[in-house]
DNA sequence: ACACTAACCTGCAAGC
DNA sequence: TGCTTGCAGGTTAGTG
């Protein structure tokens, strides 16, 4: 589910539906994310009104009046803002209850996180790179980052203590954009390419958000999941099918214990 | 400082 | 049908 566009998303549903809302009661279901939920979460958060949504890398954090809620989805983490007497589901592990609604945070494999923070001082915040929307991405950061890396360009890319946000389908899919092999060490590509690469990261990532907007709504309908970004795929997910390029046929590899979708023979 | 692995957990699809 | 295996959009702590 989460990458940086849905996290975004998420973030903009949020905002949209409880601005300004009061919390009027927090659940805790199941605190053993992947740290555990403190208890005393329920007394910081309990009457504080959310005054505004923002993102740091793939961090979701609710700006109260006093601190912060921070929310990381993690692999299979979902946010949702139902009904009040909406019956629960499997795997709602946290709520917050307004007036009239409730936000679930639904995880089945509980490695999204939870924290409320004083301060955005935070260790989990300090090590994270850069934001690859904004202008510190310039065009040469990933040349300038990348000269003492001897790891490939593909784990360069998604270390969050370089830039944010790109998981493994953007990696591979800009990657492939870029016509660079993931396999390539990160120190031996040039400038030039890597000021592509940039390019093509920020084009992906802009694209997908603009295509992005459903999580929330979409939630509450059906049981379907959206998908709205899967026909823009080059590469991700199609092992065997062929290039859109070259008519050749997509690989499929193992990388820093992820799959990596290419296609050899576009990707040098 | 860097590179790499194991680990956290559930669900689903494919293969036998 | 049921069992086993592999795979899934993330990230940290720990190791060498």
Redesign the pocket.
């Known amino acids: 589910?989460?990458?940086l566009p849905?996290v975004e998303t998420t973030k903009n549903g949020l905002a949209k539906l409880l601005a300004n809302k009061t919390i009027t009661k927090v659940e805790i279901r199941n605190p053993?994310l992947?740290w555990r939920v403190d208890d005393s979460i329920q007394f910081h958060l309990n009457y504080q009104t959310l005054r505004s949504f923002s993102r740091r890398?793939?961090y979701i954090i609710f700006n109260l009046d006093k601190g912060y809620l921070m929310i990381?989805l993690?692999?299979s983490g979902k946010i949702n803002v139902v009904d009040i007497n909406e019956p629960i589901k499997?795997?709602d592990h946290f709520l917050l209850y307004f007036d009239k609604k409730v936000m679930r945070f639904n995880d089945?494999?509980?490695?999204g996180s939870i924290f409320y923070l004083k301060s955005l001082d935070h260790k989990?915040l300090n090590?994270l790179g850069v934001e690859p929307l904004e202008d510190s991405f310039h065009k040469n950061y990933l040349f300038e980052n990348s000269r003492?890396?001897?790891?490939?360009v593909k784990?360069f890319i998604m270390d969050?203590k370089i830039v944010v946000g790109v998981?493994?389908?953007y990696a591979c899919e800009s990657l492939f954009k870029a016509g660079i092999n993931p396999k390539t060490k990160a120190n031996k590509i040039s400038k030039q390419r890597y000021i592509n690469l940039r390019n093509n990261i920020k084009k992906v990532l802009d694209k997908a958000i603009k295509a992005g907007g459903t999580t929330l709504q979409d939630f509450s309908q059906v049981n379907g999941?959206p998908g709205y970004f899967s026909q823009e795929l080059s590469v991700y997910g199609r092992e065997n099918e062929n290039c859109f390029n070259c008519n050749g046929k997509i690989s499929r590899i193992i990388q820093?214990?992820?799959?990596t979708f290419y296609c050899t023979k576009c990707q040098k």
């Open positions: 589910m989460p990458e849905e053993n992947r890398g793939k990381h993690g692999m499997k795997h089945p494999r509980r490695f989990l090590s003492n890396k001897t790891q490939n784990a969050s998981g493994n389908i999941k820093n214990q992820r799959s």
